[in-house]
């Protein structure tokens, strides 16, 4: 039963029979002014901290509520910022290679835990330890591979290895950790990756991703290692005198996979939008509903539990909700992608300097804005309820051990209390389906939480509540 189930409080009634959201969320007026507060914030933030520009994003299902340039791409041409501005996203692009791989899986042509040698017989890095096993493709994009961060100097004298230098420096790369054991960020897991995805579909990486990713989701101003000449100038960290010196443009090369992209937040925008598509894969979805769920699921955890990874996208907790996205830097260039995916909600952060700190921007961007959209856009609900479901309030006795469960009448709601969990506020709603049938609703998962509830009756009397495929057997009395 459900005597093990730990669940909070929940304030407000379900309901089934729901008004629609406005047609654009960007017209409400509490989203317009969460708007002007977060603008004011990240304004003042600009001014103070001496920032070049920022560019932002906020999505909803399939809408583009609201973006925004702040500062300028150009400081000096004193270009201003828009959504059309490129950035180099950095470690957003390990977000395309985990769905480059789910394409392959979806096409029958690699499975997630085949070992990496299975296609790259040169792959053989040195082991953590002497019996680790093979690294397999999931653990490459979980980080849970154990393998080191990098593949050389390249963040400090920006010369990037090519394919043919990662081959060449692989047997010198010593794992930090037995596969499997913790997480670990890799860089260099996602470069082999990327040359897996090569390997077998025949390909070069930046062909494949255009062709399967960025064409398909009519991302128009998104390429790969390209000296795009919309791309904002990139600026070092602040200097303690003030000034902040440009940075080069400089190529991923063999780490393409890992860090080598360029978009804006329009086009980031239809990516994070694709998520909340369902159905099979085919055009505009670049992966099925189920390939989705595979890559959004937790697959390794950091030690303190806070953040993790899928396959290529993080996990991040934030005002006790996960977040689910990546962030980013490149020499000159800072990004942050963040989606809730319970409320449709997504944000994109990217900025044309190292010492922004995106992640906090959209930390701020979802508390203003992203809140205010997905208020908005949830559905008003209109009470289902028939005064008759009053009769099924009442006591249940478990024939498993004898624990009395309680039916509860509310305001046109009926509750369940298991029997010896705690507090009177510990409650799972019984969310009215209509024809005396119900669906357990909490939080949490665990015993029936989302399955059906239905009362039996006999002679006009209740004599069982069936909640799922077990039964408890009605009481009078304690």
Known sequence: MLRTIA??????????????????????????????????WLEGQMAYRGLPGVAVVVVHDQQLVWSKGFGF???????????????????????????????????GKLRL???????????????????DGAITIEQLLSHSSGLQR?????WSSFNFPTEAELIKLMPERQAAFPPQTRWKYSNLAFAVAGMVVEKITGQRWADYVQARIITPLQMTGTSIDT????????????????????????DAHGMAAATGLTSNVADLAKFISAQF??????????????????????RSVEENWESGSGLGFDHNRFKGRTYVGHGGGYPGNTTMTRVQLDDKVGVIVLTNTN?????????????????????AAKPKPTPLWDDAWARFAGLYRSNYDDGIDQVVLLNKQLVLLPAGVGPAETRILLEALGDGRFKLTAPGGG???????RFEEKDGKITRMVMGDGWSTRIEAL
Request: charged content about 20%.
């Open 150 to 154: 990098e593949a050389g100097d390249h």
């Open 277 to 298: 598509r369902g159905g099979p894969a085919g055009g505009a979805n670049v992966l099925s509903a189920g390939s989705w769920r595979e890559a959004l699921r937790v």
């Open 73 to 107: 791409a150009d400081v000096e041409a004193r270009k201003p910022m828009t959504e059309q501005t490129r950035f180099r996203i950095a470690s957003n692009s390990k977000l395309f290679a985990a769905i480059a791989i789910l394409q392959l899986r979806e096409a």
């Open 113 to 131: 835990d085949d070992p990496v040698v299975r296609y790259l017989p040169w792959f053989k890095p040195k082991p953590a330890g002497p019996d």
């Open 7 to 40: 669940l909070a409080l929940l304030l407000t009634a379900p309901a089934l029979a729901q008004t629609p959201p406005p047609a654009t969320i960007a017209e409400n007026p509490d989203v317009q002014a969460a708007e002007r507060l977060f603008s004011a």
């Open 227 to 250: 000296q795009d000449p919309g791309l904002a100038v990139p600026y070092a960290s602040r200097t303690p005198a003030g000034t902040r010196r440009i940075l080069p443009f400089v």
């Open 355 to 375: 010492d922004t700190n995106p992640g906090d921007i959209a930390n701020q961007l979802l508390s203003t804005v992203g809140d205010a959209v997905a208020k």
């Open 447 to 453: 015993g029936e939480i989302g399955e059906i509830v």
